[in-house]
């Protein structure tokens, strides 16, 4: 059983930046793929970025060149660093993994970014996030 608890949401005004964090041990798996998704009241769930065990990651078009995701190994976290944020960026934020595969991660890097959240198995609470203009 993997467990996820995010942390590091709040509120900002546009233009601002904020960083969440996932605890999460995935030291017993040497294939895994992690993401971050986000949630607004009456959309679907959209990912946001992904990040393979080999290290290989993926972004939404959305959040390119505004978001990264990074891991940290020795503390068991996984970060996404999010910069010039938009109103429209406010959402629930959840981490989520899947281990023994990066197919889901692969997958979302030859869609052009595209992450299914079906893929995942595992999944935190959330984070809330909001953005005011």
């Known amino acids: 059983q993997v467990q996820l608890v995010e942390s590091g949401g709040g509120s900002v005004q546009s233009g601002g930046s904020l960083r969440l964090s996932c605890a999460v041990s995935?030291?017993?798996?040497?294939?895994?793929?992690m993401g971050w998704f986000r949630q607004s009241p009456g959309k679907g769930r959209e990912g946001v970025a992904g990040?393979?065990?080999?290290?290989?990651?993926t972004y939404a078009d959305s959040v390119k060149g505004r978001f990264t995701i990074s891991q940290d190994n020795a503390k068991n976290t996984l970060y996404l660093q999010m910069n010039s944020l938009k109103p429209e960026d406010t959402a629930m934020y959840y981490c989520a993994a899947v281990v023994g595969t990066v197919w889901p991660c692969m997958r979302a890097y030859h869609s052009g970014g595209y992450i299914y959240p079906e893929d995942f198995a595992y999944w935190g609470q959330g984070t809330q996030v909001t953005v005011s203009s």
């Open positions: 995935l030291n017993t798996y040497s294939r895994y793929c």
């Open positions: 990040r393979s065990s080999e290290g290989t990651t």
